[in-house]
């Protein structure tokens, strides 16, 4: 059976798997809940596989495949069928998201393994894959939208799991708050899009302005409001402040939505209205300038924080800005590229943070933990080489997708040499800020109490799925390897049909130069530039300061006390959106629309009515008092006005 012919069945497996654990797997075992969890995400990826196989055998005609089973929404000359397509960006997307997430599932097998509602940790897991699947899958607006929202769900559900837990609770709304103010910019995209093309599927919209001259400016608002839902989803400027908070949930959350796949569908959405962006350059100028600054700008917020998870968490906000440079700069391919080698090393980097919050028995303040690299070798290892990938150190896979996407600054379609500095400037503070945390990890003498915490590795099915990262964050780059001596950039090349097929005019691939023409000046070129060398230069800083002279940190900061506070503060971003909306919003709810509207005028109205019910009934009971003489009296008065009544009506006639 041809899973071409029959594409739902990737989004079937893992939504038969959440609902069947979510109903039933209250009552199950654990193992039985693992079987059916990581089964069926297994499975999925196994027809992920099958699916590109079957792929790479079609016709260039015969792509993008698209599989149609049924009209969804009929609305006048609105239409929406539930239609999924496969091209080049979605077997990548695919490929990406069923394996890594497949892999952390087997992970949280043993990293949940004490938890209570451990069922429903898995059903929420599961059904956050059907959404992401469906988000990659969608043929049109409106399917992309279903998924882009499941996935906002999914992560409420996720990072809110321990919801006894204040401030988990608490972070969870705030992510599924902050969301939606993106989300209402992506919605009204979509409905312009509508209105001006008269259609929301892809296929349709492409050919559409490709063919017809579309004006500019039309073309540009629909896609920086599409670019609006991409900054809440993808944490940029000035919507990133959900993510951070969101590692209040389980590390095994944090790497499969918030590191390598949920926060990575803004870039794909861009990626994937390739054919609008490219052909609104004020739009393009846009995401590139939010995603250079907001690589900067979270790069120096991680300098200082000291809970692992969050140094990884502003790492994440700042590598999701290298994306979206690189698709500003015209570069679509590059930041896919780093889509990819990015889900491998940052899913290490978190999964590793969690083995060794497991070693540590729960602590997440590396100024607490030391002295860590023997008591958990593999741990270590890994960790370490996901951070040699994400510093950009040559031969790990973040030196060739990092390396291209500064390249394409500098001298793509659409360089810019302010957004390049920016870029180089976040490579050296991502290359110290890690090294920073593997330093206060891993190295020097231990900070904690040895009698009380029992460090201990982790069990297989935590470490092997860090092995398997480990070996993708060094080899997961290499595609792109045989360009640095004069060969083909195969990435690039895989994905050149999705993003030249509606382009006003062929692209060049912003790819490293060979000077002379020699490949062997070119490698010494890509090892030697700028990307390079700063990162060797925030290692050595690392190491000076952290190793070698461990008290010039806090000399440091003592010397450079405001800036210091500025920065450990994080801007004081979250204060000030304090003072200036949240605290603004609940004095408005509750001295307004709480007290005002909803006490003072609906319960007003309603409660006004049933005193006056109440005050005329206690007035009209005192005539019930059980007294004969005083009925016979009012009987007597009534039968009197009533005669005196005909009387007037009758003289009245009279006259």
């Keep these: 059976m041809p899973i071409l012919d029959h594409l739902w069945i990737i989004l079937a497996l893992p939504l ?16 039985a809940v693992n079987g059916v969890a990581v089964g069926s995400v297994a499975l999925a990826f196994l027809t992920v596989v099958e699916l590109a196989r079957e792929f790479l055998q079609l016709a260039p005609d015969q792509i993008p495949f698209v599989g149609d089973y049924f009209t969804w929404i009929v609305a006048g000359s609105f239409r929406v069928d539930f239609a999924l397509q496969v091209d080049q960006l979605t ?62 769900l999914s992560s409420y559900l996720l990072i809110g799991f321990w919801f006894l837990k204040k401030s988990a609770a608490d972070a969870g709304k705030k992510a599924f708050i902050t969301t939606r103010i993106g989300d209402f910019g992506f919605t009204v995209g979509i409905l312009l899009t509508f209105a001006t093309f008269g259609s929301i599927d892809f296929g349709t919209l492409f050919n559409s302005v490709a063919s017809n001259p579309v004006p500019e400016a039309t073309l540009t608002t629909i896609s920086i409001l599409l670019f609006i839902g991409a900054v809440g989803k993808s944490a940029q400027l000035p919507l990133y402040v959900w993510l951070p908070d969101a590692m209040e949930g389980p590390t095994p959350v944090s790497a499969l939505i918030h590191a390598a796949t949920m926060v990575t569908a803004g870039v794909y ?6 054919p609008f ?19 900067f700008y979270s790069a120096t917020i991680g300098l200082l924080q000291t809970d692992i998870k969050r140094v990884l968490a502003y790492s994440t906000v700042s590598q999701l800005g290298y994306m979206f440079l690189a698709c500003g700069v015209g570069s679509y391919a590059a930041g896919i590229f780093h889509l990819m080698t990015h889900a491998f090393f940052k899913a290490l980097l978190f999964l590793a943070a969690g083995s060794v919050i497991h070693a540590m028995g729960g602590e997440q303040d590396m100024m607490k933990m030391g002295g860590l690299r023997k008591k958990i070798p593999t741990t270590y290892w890994t960790m370490l080489i996901a951070t040699l990938a994400i510093a950009g150190i040559p031969g790990f896979a973040g030196f060739f997708s990092k390396d291209e996407i500064l390249e394409a600054a500098a001298t793509g379609p659409h360089s810019n040499f302010l957004l390049w500095l920016l870029g180089v400037s976040g490579a050296a503070l991502t290359s110290f800020y890690m090294f920073r945390l593997i330093f206060l990890t891993f190295f020097g003498a231990p900070r904690y109490d040895e009698h009380d915490v029992h460090v201990h590795e982790s069990p297989r099915n935590m470490t092997i799925p860090l092995m398997v990262l480990a070996f993708f964050s060094i080899f997961g780059g290499w595609f792109a390897a045989p360009h640095l001596v004069g060969g083909t950039q195969y990435f690039q090349k895989f994905l050149e049909p999705v993003f030249q097929a509606y382009a006003r005019q062929p692209m060049t691939a912003p790819l490293l130069e060979h000077p002379a023409g020699n490949p062997a000046l070119g490698l010494l070129h890509a090892v030697t530039g700028w990307p390079v060398i700063v990162a060797l230069l925030g290692l050595l800083l690392a190491w000076w300061m952290y190793i070698k002279n461990p008290h010039a940190p806090k000399r440091l900061a003592e010397r450079l006390r405001p800036l210091y506070l500025l920065v450990f503060h994080k801007y004081y971003v979250d204060e000030i959106y304090a003072a200036l909306i949240v605290r603004p919003l609940l004095w408005i709810s509750t001295n307004v629309f709480w007290q005002g509207v909803d006490l003072g005028l ?45 009387l007037a009506l009758y003289v009245r006639g009279a006259h």
């Design 277 to 295: 962006f490219s052909r609104a350059p004020i739009a393009l100028l846009v995401v590139a300038s939010v995603g250079a600054v907001t690589a």
């Design 91 to 152: 077997v990548v997307m695919l490929l990406m998201v069923s394996f890594v997430g497949m892999l952390i599932h087997i992970y949280s097998t043993g990293y949940m393994a004490q938890e209570g509602g451990y069922y429903r940790f898995f059903s929420y897991l599961n059904l956050f894959m059907f959404f992401m699947m469906t988000l990659v899958m969608a043929a049109n607006l409106i399917v992309m939208l279903v998924g882009w929202e499941g996935v906002g």
């Design 269 to 274: 959405m861009v990626a994937r209205m390739n």
């Design 16 to 31: 038969a798997g959440a609902a069947t654990i979510g109903l039933l797997g209250k009552r199950w075992p654990q193992s």
């Design 602 to 646: 609906i319960d007003g109205v309603v409660n006004g009515s049933a005193r006056l019910a109440r005050a005329s009934g206690a007035r009209l009971r005192q005539l019930q008092s059980g007294n004969t003489r005083s009925y016979a009296s009012w009987v007597l008065v009534g039968v009197l006005g009533f005669t005196v009544l005909l």
